[in-house]
């Protein structure tokens, strides 16, 4: 019996069981089923580095000082700081911590296919939202609050060269070919819209709330701690806190960071749903979905992952509780008939004891 599995390995048969929830599949069957989604995900990351490395696509005009010398604009005229918190930092959190929280989840879990989706579902959100951000801030971008620093514009370069005169009313607006100041800091600050700090940070960390959730049961059929609680806000707490410090080093406007937010809470959302069976609805959101045979609603089988919770409270993950519910109503199994819906929708019952004969008063009574 392997560490993420709770089904005992198939016999020496020399066959290997189907890729189903019920056992875990060799190598060969896992890589032969993701091999697709691996070559899309190199593929999506291939095309959101080469987009981030060419120049911005617009070219953005910007006004500097009135004619009596202020400052048109002085929301992009902050000094340039080091970010508080850098890019690769701030992908890394995204990507580590809900990796780490959900392989300390198999302690209680045991399910490959937990694991298996929850860190597909997290790349899926990673990457989807990482090439969206690229995308946006390669054809629309906007200027960071820092532009004028770095760009050290030169109105007297503009009277000197044909083609770079002032436009637009009163002759305010230039576009960055007066810019005398390093090219890179000028492209990149060009390019503040949206934040892919915050985007990174809010596709991982709103995904390990939607995984928290579905395996505490925080909002299902019983009354949780409130420990749980605040264990499952923890990561939107620590998304803001990245997206807020994006203003506080003037490296994004405040709107750069709702739309980064946005973005990636999106992604998060739909990929959960991708790889679970509901995304707010407790009685199935925290059941691995498969991709060779479709979740039968309501049809049962513990073998499906109906026992993949953290928790134990309420009847929650008892496998034998499972057993009995199910072989209660054998001719139902399949969800046939409405009887064994209605009953595989209401999840765990009260009248169920909560622990089995036999069982101490610690650990398991903790979550």
């Known amino acids: 019996m ?32 993701t091999a697709l989604d691996i070559v899309t995900m190199i593929v999506m990351g291939a095309v959101g580095l080469g987009v981030y490395m060419v120049r911005p696509a617009p070219s953005r005009s910007f006004a500097i000082t009135f004619s009596d010398g202020e400052i048109v604009y002085p929301e992009f005229a902050y000094p340039l700081r080091d970010e508080i918190i850098p890019i690769w930092l701030a992908a890394f959190l995204a990507a580590m911590v809900p990796i780490a929280v959900i392989l300390l989840m198999q302690i209680r879990i045991r399910s490959f296919w937990d694991v ?22 390669w054809l629309i971008g906007g200027l960071r609050p820092h532009f004028l620093q770095v760009c050290k ?22 576009t960055p070919d007066i810019c005398t100041g390093d090219r890179k800091e000028i492209n990149d600050s060009l390019e503040s819209f949206p934040s892919g700090h915050t985007t990174a940070a809010f596709a991982g960390f709103v ?69 679970y069976a509901a995304v707010f609805d407790w009685r199935f959101n925290h059941i691995p979905l498969n991709r060779a045979s479709a979740f039968v609603y309501g049809g049962g089988g513990g073998g499906h992952g109906i026992d993949a919770v953290a928790t134990r409270k309420a009847s929650w993950g008892s496998s034998q509780v499972v057993e009995t519910r199910h072989a209660a109503r054998e001719p139902d199994a399949h969800g046939m008939t409405g009887h064994g819906v209605e009953e595989h929708a209401r999840g765990p019952q009260p009248s169920i004891p909560r622990r089995a004969a036999g069982r101490g008063r610690h650990g398991d009574d903790m979550v």
Do not use: C
Not at 4 to 30: I, L, N, V
Not at 117 to 135: E, M, S
Not at 246 to 269: K, P, Q, S
């Open 2 to 33: 392997g560490f993420f599995s709770r089904t005992p390995k198939s016999s020496g048969t020399g066959r290997h069981e189907p890729y189903s929830m019920h056992s875990r599949p060799t190598f060969g069957q896992w890589l032969r089923h």
């Open 116 to 137: 298996n989706n929850g860190v597909l579902g997290l790349l899926y959100a990673l990457i989807t939202a990482a090439v969206f951000q690229v995308f946006l801030k």
């Open 153 to 174: 514009p030169d109105v007297q370069r503009a009277k000197a060269l044909a083609g770079l005169n002032a436009k637009g009313y009163q002759q305010l607006y230039f």
């Open 207 to 275: 995904f390990l709330y939607l995984y928290l959730n579905a395996k505490l049961k925080v909002f299902s059929n019983y009354h949780p701690a409130m420990w749980k609680l605040v264990l499952l806000y923890a990561p939107i707490l620590g998304a803001t806190l990245i997206g807020g410090a994006l203003t506080i080093d003037e490296y994004h406007n405040w709107y750069d960071v709702v739309a980064g937010a946005i973005i990636g809470t999106v992604m998060a959302f739909s990929a959960y749903r991708m790889t």
